[in-house]
């Protein structure tokens, strides 16, 4: 089992609406939480961070971690056809190794 | 330039080659990491370097893959005798400092494709 894991997608939906990105891990050690946008053929873009529990938001977006439920999730308010993307989850902990677990990504089309 | 510069951005080669990819990360970020993107899989960890600190090397998946960094900026990643296993896209990244949690910043990556 991987220890994160995002449903691939694709998911589409009509301009304007709500989109919801998830992701579910089983390290319980991870404190920072991230989401990466990646348009194709180039490299990820860091969107939102988050350390620990709570919500966070800019803009559109808001990001929510409940590490209860080992579980984060990616809003997207007023999606616009320019969001559509590979949204990749993100997460360290604070010992060990520093570099970043990735999810596999969901790719998010919206519809004009 | 103010990105993480990655070279060749395509490269095209025939299995049991060696290849070389560069790395040249965001000025003043001594943190490096190397990643592997798969056609449609998330991004695999390689390799990470630090500074002066031995390097992470637990991502590797064999020992045909080596990776150095010199004078603690530019980093080669080398894949030897390549196999068709090895396409993919090769992501490379580098952040501020190795504080817990740092913010990484990736290049455009470097497209493999073993023939």
């Known amino acids: 089992q991987k220890e994160v894991e995002q449903d691939p997608g694709p998911l589409s939906v009509p301009e304007g609406a709500i989109v919801s990105l998830n992701c579910t891990y089983s390290n319980s050690a991870f404190q920072y939480f991230m989401w990466y946008r990646q348009y194709s053929r180039k490299g990820p873009e860091l969107l939102m961070y988050?350390?620990?529990?709570g919500n966070k938001e800019d803009g559109r977006f808001t990001a929510q971690v409940d590490k209860s439920s080992k579980y984060i999730s990616l809003f997207i308010r007023d999606s616009q056809p320019s969001d559509s993307a590979t949204y990749l989850c993100?997460?360290?902990?604070?010992?060990?190794?520093?570099?970043?677990?990735f999810g596999s990504g969901t790719r998010l089309q919206v519809q004009p | 330039g103010a990105g993480v510069s990655q070279s060749p951005s395509n490269k095209v080669t025939e299995k049991g080659k060696d290849v070389e990819l560069r790395c040249d990360p965001i000025s003043g970020h001594t943190a490096l990491y190397w990643y592997r993107q798969s056609l449609g899989q998330g991004l695999e960890f390689l390799i990470y370097?630090?500074?002066?600190?031995?390097?992470?090397k637990s991502g590797l998946p064999s020992d045909r893959f080596s990776a150095e960094r010199t004078g603690g900026s530019v980093s080669t990643l080398t894949i030897q005798r390549t196999q068709q296993e090895d396409s993919a896209v090769y992501l490379c990244a580098s952040s501020l400092s190795d504080v817990y949690g740092n913010t990484i910043y990736f290049g455009e990556g470097s497209w493999l494709t073993v023939v």
């Open positions: 370097f630090q500074g002066n600190s031995a390097p992470d």
């Open positions: 988050t350390y620990s529990s």
């Open positions: 993100a997460m360290s902990a604070d010992t060990g190794r520093r570099a970043l677990t």
